[in-house]
């Protein structure tokens, strides 16, 4: 319904000569058959009404647009909203008001992967957690595993039998946290002596796979990296806790 353009104005100057307010007795059992209420007491209720008529105008006036959106389709186009309880994740928010709490809350982890050459011929060491001076957030750790063939299961390392090109870690009991996928990842460090590596992360069946190519995306078996060789990879994932 549109607003109208006029509202009643009776005695705007509420002039005590022309307005009385009938008894509280009266005003609960209201005119009876018969009776005829002095016009004082109709200028009352119609001065009344006038009175609230214009503050509710006042009121609703400086409601805004949002006020008269329907409440399950509400549109938020400007403006800000500051001092209120943090939204919850099941609420579409964070639960948090700082970014390391969001991003736990969240489950987003960043982890760095260190590879470095195995002790044995055609192995090589692998740990995850911080390492180099590099401090992630929401760290997945596991500990260093030495001398991890193609083919072995190695802690929560596991290298793939036939080509070596793929090495995942688990989320078995002491393993990393079930991921949900990976945001992104990168080859933040390479001594491996091995020329145009590149590297690939995914997440699949609780597991977070690491792939190494060339340039040309051909399979490089990471065993073949230098002695002393090593590489890091930081890798941010999302996990379900």
């Given at each position: 319904m549109a607003k109208p353009t006029t509202k009643p104005e009776w005695i705007p100057d509420s002039d005590p000569s022309k307005i009385?307010?009938?008894?509280?007795?009266?005003?609960?059992?209201?005119?009876l058959s018969g009776e005829k209420p002095p016009y004082q007491?109709?200028?009352?209720?119609?001065?009344?009404?006038?009175?609230?008529?214009?503050?509710?105008?006042?009121?609703?006036?400086?409601?805004?647009?949002?006020?008269?959106?329907?409440?399950?389709?509400?549109?938020?186009?400007g403006g800000s909203v500051t001092g209120i309880t943090d939204l919850a994740v099941a609420d579409g928010g964070t639960g948090a008001s700082d970014a390391p709490t969001a991003a736990a809350h969240l489950g987003?982890?960043?982890?760095?992967?260190?590879?470095?050459?195995?002790t044995n011929a055609d192995t090589?060491?692998?740990?995850?957690?911080?390492?180099?001076?590099?401090?992630?957030f929401n760290v997945d750790t596991l500990a260093q595993?030495?001398?991890?063939?193609?083919?072995?299961?190695?802690?929560?390392?596991?290298l793939y039998v036939a080509t070596g090109h793929i090495?995942?870690?688990?989320?078995?009991?002491?393993?990393?946290?079930?991921?949900?996928?990976?945001?992104?990842?990168?080859?933040?460090?390479?001594?491996?002596?091995?020329?145009?590596?590149?590297?690939?992360?995914?997440a699949y069946n609780e597991k977070i796979y690491v792939l190494f190519h060339s340039e040309g995306h051909t399979?490089?078996?990471?065993?073949?990296?230098?002695?002393?060789?090593r590489i890091e990879i930081l890798i941010n994932y999302i996990t379900n806790s």
């Open positions: 009385e307010a009938p008894s509280a007795s009266k005003q609960n059992t209201g005119w007491f109709f200028n009352w209720f119609w001065n009344l009404v006038s009175k609230w008529v214009e503050y509710l105008e006042d009121l609703t006036d400086g409601l805004g647009t949002m006020s008269e959106q329907d409440a399950d389709s509400v549109a938020i186009t987003i982890r960043s982890s760095l992967l260190v590879i470095e050459d195995g090589i060491k692998a740990e995850l957690g911080n390492g180099n001076g590099y401090q992630g595993v030495d001398n991890i063939a193609k083919g072995d299961t190695s802690g929560h390392f596991y090495l995942y870690m688990d989320s078995l009991a002491g393993g990393i946290h079930v991921p949900a996928g990976v945001l992104s990842s990168e080859l933040v460090y390479d001594d491996s002596g091995i020329t145009g590596l590149r590297i690939s992360c995914y399979d490089v078996d990471i065993t073949t990296i230098k002695s002393s060789g």
